[in-house]
């Protein structure tokens, strides 16, 4: 059991990055704001620090970490280059997007959880570069929420799922993508993207031509051992609530089917929720809107906390507007069908 302390980085930043260093170098877990959500961070090098991370999180051993560095000269140590690599960190490093590359033997199994690849990402958020070149450690980082709840976005987020568990937990403010980073497999030189993020398909396409995009990311993926509740193994990102997706031809549709659903909710002495943008909670007025902004960025900004919000409202059932998968709709639409587990209607 820790006392949790938060340190506002606006007020005090350099109290909180140098105290943070020293429990990072000492091997200890500290919580940190990145562009895409909140991370929960040990010394990549040291195994005993990085199982500081599972411990907190209650994260399963076989699911490896995202090593985060600040200088692009880092990767060199822990991975092999290839062409694709590169052409991706020239383009969007700083920034939201992890490569995956083949491990060097210094990256403990720990954190690969017996891969042979690692992921890496430079992040572009000023405090978490500080934090890392300052510590002099290179950032074993997963998401700091508890395993399986959504990814945190603020620092209360943080502290909601891990007050007692960690010792620090550094609030840089709400993050600005909102969602994880996009992560690509670029070891053997070809691009797949794994979980696709604020780095978009198009804008991979616009710098190396040939993109694929892993099948698991809108449906559920067919695997050997799959058991017979995929649900189980697949659901992330999950408030309390049951989560759907709802879809339809046009608006109108969408709209009938959100009434008629959350309808039969409170009829049946149930609370739900509707998640959708401003434009459209017009046409909710007898129902619990959480909004969602106004476009697609917003929404990408804005489901986790909507997620968490569901839960402290006391939802039972929670309707999410399917949007577009062009451009951030991709990471939208993969967060949400994971936190529905992949349920639509
Ligand atoms: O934006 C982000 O990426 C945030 C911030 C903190 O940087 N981090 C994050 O970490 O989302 P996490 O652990 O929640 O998600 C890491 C994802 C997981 O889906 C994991 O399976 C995948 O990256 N991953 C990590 N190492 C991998 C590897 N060697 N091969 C394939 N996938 C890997
Ligand atoms: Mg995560």
């Not at 949790?4 to 000492?26: C, F, P, Q, S, Y």
């Not at 199994?109 to 070149?133: C, H, K, Q």
């Not at 395993?147 to 945190?152: N, R, V």
């Not at 929670?318 to 936190?339: D, P, Q, T």
Request: aromatic content about 6%; charged content about 25%.
């Amino acid at each position: 059991m820790y006392t949790t302390e938060i340190i506002d980085l606006k007020k005090e930043r350099k109290k909180g990055i140098d105290k943070a260093a020293v429990l990072l170098r000492e091997g200890n877990v500290v919580a940190f704001p990145t562009e895409t959500v909140y991370g929960l961070g040990a010394d990549a090098l040291n195994i005993e620090a990085v199982k500081k991370i599972f411990l907190a999180k209650g994260r399963p051993a076989d699911n490896p970490l995202i090593v985060h560095i600040s200088d692009v000269n880092d990767v060199y140590k822990i991975a092999f280059m290839t062409d694709a690599a590169k052409k991706i960190m020239d383009a969007f490093w700083p920034g939201p997007i992890t490569v995956v590359l083949k491990a060097k033997d210094i990256i403990s199994d720990t954190v690969t959880a017996g891969l042979d690849t690692v992921a890496v990402r430079m992040p572009e958020n000023e405090y978490a570069r500080e934090l890392i070149s300052k510590s002099g450690v290179l950032i074993a980082a997963p998401s700091a929420n508890l395993s399986g709840k959504p990814s945190p976005t603020t620092a209360a987020h943080v502290q909601k799922d891990l007050s007692g568990r960690i010792p620090l937990i550094l609030d840089g403010g709400e993050c600005d993508v909102g969602l994880e980073s996009t992560v690509v497999d670029v070891s053997l030189n070809k691009c797949i993207i794994l979980r696709p993020g604020g780095i978009t398909m198009e804008m991979l396409k616009a710098v190396l031509g040939d993109v694929t995009l892993n099948d698991g990311v809108l449906s559920v993926k067919e695997i050997e051992g799959t058991p017979k509740s995929p649900g189980m193994k697949y659901k992330h990102y999950s408030p309390k609530a049951e989560v759907f997706i709802v879809e339809g031809i046009n608006e109108d549709i969408i709209s009938s089917k959100v009434i008629k659903n959350a309808a039969q909710d409170k009829k049946n002495g149930k609370v739900p929720a509707i998640l959708c943008t401003d434009n459209r909670a017009k046409g909710y007025r007898d129902f619990a809107v959480i909004s969602l902004g106004q476009n697609s960025e917003d929404i990408a900004k804005r489901l986790f906390c909507a997620l968490r919000e569901a839960d402290d409202m006391g939802a039972d059932t929670v309707y999410f507007e399917a949007i577009s998968e062009k451009g951030i709709g991709l990471a939208v639409m993969n967060r949400a069908l994971k936190s529905a587990a992949f349920k639509k209607i």
